[in-house]
């Protein structure tokens, strides 16, 4: 990990724009292009109301820059989540977030970290995988 790391926690919905507002701010900071980081804000705070919703106890979110991208973990007691996911018909009402989150980040990876669960997002300073979409 190269310069300074960013981190802050949300608990309940009405952190939720001030979650969005650090990631916002940060990755442009950390030299996001602006259109990139709304996809990472985007991806951040679909993770974050997924943490609201189906876990107790919020969670943390921190990023940093480390060879041409920004990194962010988005960090929660829920269980491990299931890369990979196809997404979901036009008419149903959930499971768009984390199928969303895998076609906006140019990688995602999840894994654990003590108790918790760890959903690692990766984007390039640079226009990847994600210009087009």
Avoid: K
Avoid at 29 to 53: C, D, I, K, M, Y
Wanted: hydrophobic residues 40%; proline residues 4%.
């Amino acid at each position: 990990m190269s310069g300074d790391s960013f981190q802050t926690s949300y608990a309940e919905p009405g952190d939720l724009a001030q979650v969005r507002e650090f990631v916002r701010s940060h990755a442009a900071g950390l030299g996001l292009p602006e259109e990139r980081a709304e996809l990472l804000t985007l991806a951040v705070s679909e993770l974050a109301t997924n943490t609201l919703q189906h876990t107790a106890g919020g969670g943390t979110v921190r990023l940093w820059s480390t060879d041409g991208r920004v990194i962010c973990d988005v960090t929660d007691g829920g269980p491990i989540r299931t890369l990979g996911r196809e997404m979901p018909a036009a008419g149903a009402l959930r499971g768009r977030g984390l199928a969303i989150v895998e076609r906006i980040c140019d990688e995602v990876a999840v894994d654990t970290a003590g108790d918790s669960t760890r959903v690692r997002l990766a984007l390039d300073l640079e226009s990847g995988p994600t210009a087009g979409r």
